[in-house]
């Protein structure tokens, strides 16, 4: 028994069942921090969407409601960053990486990079203000530099929009920035524009204008759009080849300029149809002269 028990097979297996479960320890350790991550970062979204989901039930406000679902998206963003941050910083430690001179030479590649860093500096600096003021809300519908499109995303550093028309993206870097129109700031306005014939009456016009709109506030779907109960008729504002343009414009909530310009464009046909009134449109007209 006693030289079993000093064999080397004895030994041996003895040393490779200790190699076998430091290895096994090693994955552990990393499948036990990717699992840390993942329910960090899986708690942390769920905390935050209850969180402002209670808030959110509290405000009617829309324009509040915009500012708080932007302020979410980037407290998210930053937390993740930090948590990612201390998850890298595990897992060098489970290989036996020492951190301590990598933070040291962070910290020198820092001040280096700083000197050179300058437009992305200005990137965040100007995120900063974009945030602080509320310029930008993700789902605002923007236009920066010709280029329009919903807001889908907010960072400091940058803000990605898509477009509404052929659904590309545009990465649009926050320090790029001086002019950005937003179309869903607080209300919009569904401006349109109607051309009548000269032999119509204005004031019939304008009366069949505003029967257009009370059809239309009276349906439930696009009142709640309407910022205001009235319309604004501007008058005949331009007299063209073959007609009178009358120019209106209609308040909505942010966002229902569009619903609302459309559902309003089919009304008034209708309206104009049923009132007789004539919309022009260009004819040619061909006479066969015998000779």
Not at 24 to 43: A, G, Q, Y
Not at 76 to 89: G, K, M, P, Q
Not at 209 to 218: E, G, H, M, V
């Amino acid at each position: 028994m006693e030289t079993f028990l000093n064999s080397s097979f004895f030994t041996n297996f003895f040393t490779l069942k200790a190699e076998y479960l430091k290895i096994i320890l090693f994955i552990w350790e990393i499948v036990k921090c990717t699992f840390l991550l993942v329910v960090s970062i899986k708690l942390l979204k769920f905390i935050f969407n209850k969180f402002f989901k209670k808030i959110l039930s509290r405000i009617d406000n829309g324009e509040r409601k915009q500012q708080f679902l932007t302020l979410k998206t980037i407290l998210i963003h930053i937390i993740e960053a930090v948590i990612f941050a201390i998850y890298a910083a595990n897992i060098l430690h489970i290989f036996g990486i020492d951190i301590r001179p990598f933070l040291a030479a962070a910290g020198v590649l820092g001040v280096a990079v700083g000197f050179g860093a300058k437009r992305f500096v200005e990137d965040i600096i100007t995120g900063l203000i974009i945030l602080a003021e509320g310029q930008i809300r993700v789902g605002d519908y923007i236009n920066i530099h010709g280029m329009s499109g919903f807001v889908e995303k907010i960072t400091l550093p940058m803000i990605t929009m898509r477009s509404e028309k052929d659904g590309a993206v545009y990465y649009i870097r926050c320090g790029y920035i001086d002019t950005v129109i937003n179309h869903t700031m607080q209300y919009s306005y569904a401006f349109i524009e109607l051309n009548v014939a000269y032999k119509e009456n204005i004031d019939h016009v304008f009366k069949a204008i505003k029967d257009a709109f009370c059809t239309l506030k009276s349906n439930e779907e696009y009142k709640k759009n309407l910022a205001s109960d009235e319309i604004e008729i501007f008058g005949a504002d331009e007299f063209k080849d073959s007609s009178i343009c009358i120019k209106c414009r209609i308040k909505t909530q942010p966002k229902g300029q569009w619903l609302i310009k459309r559902a309003f464009n089919k009304i008034i046909k209708e309206q104009f149809d049923k009132e007789g009134i004539e919309i022009p449109f260009n004819q040619i007209v061909v006479r066969n002269i015998d000779k």
